[in-house]
């Protein structure tokens, strides 16, 4: 059993910076591959970037390659996500997840999930 928190979000302008964390409960959260995926308004939920639970591969949807970068302490049981050159359409509640299935890019394979973190870009 994982939980998961998720924290950071907030509101900041175009070319903006953010970093998400998410911290985790429980024994086995460095066994588990971590993925953020984020929906907006109206639109289903949407793989943003995910990462081996050693750390050593990580993923990212094209929209996202080169601004976003993932990462995780497992000592901390934590998974983070900094957002940099924010843009208007990366508004959405992002959340955090944990999966047994290899850096899946798909939200049917994740097993646990948090509450989420609103992130809002104005432009």
């Known amino acids: 059993q994982v939980q998961l928190v998720e924290s950071g979000g907030g509101s900041v302008q175009a070319g903006g910076s953010l970093r998400l964390s998410c911290a985790a409960s429980g024994r086995t959260f460095n066994t588990y591959d971590m993925g953020w995926f984020r929906q907006a308004p109206g639109k289903e939920r949407e793989f943003v970037a995910s990462?081996?639970?050693?750390?050593?591969?990580?993923y990212y949807a094209d929209s996202v390659k080169g601004r976003f970068t993932i990462s995780r302490d497992n000592a901390k049981k934590s998974v983070y996500l900094q957002m940099s050159n924010l843009r208007p359409e990366d508004t959405a509640v992002y959340y955090c997840?944990?999966?047994?299935?290899?850096?899946?890019?798909?939200?049917?394979?994740?097993?646990?999930w948090g509450q989420g973190t609103q992130v809002t870009v104005s432009s």
């Open positions: 990462i081996r639970w050693s750390g050593t591969s990580t």
């Open positions: 997840g944990a999966t047994t299935t290899y850096v899946s890019r798909s939200s049917d394979d994740y097993k646990y």
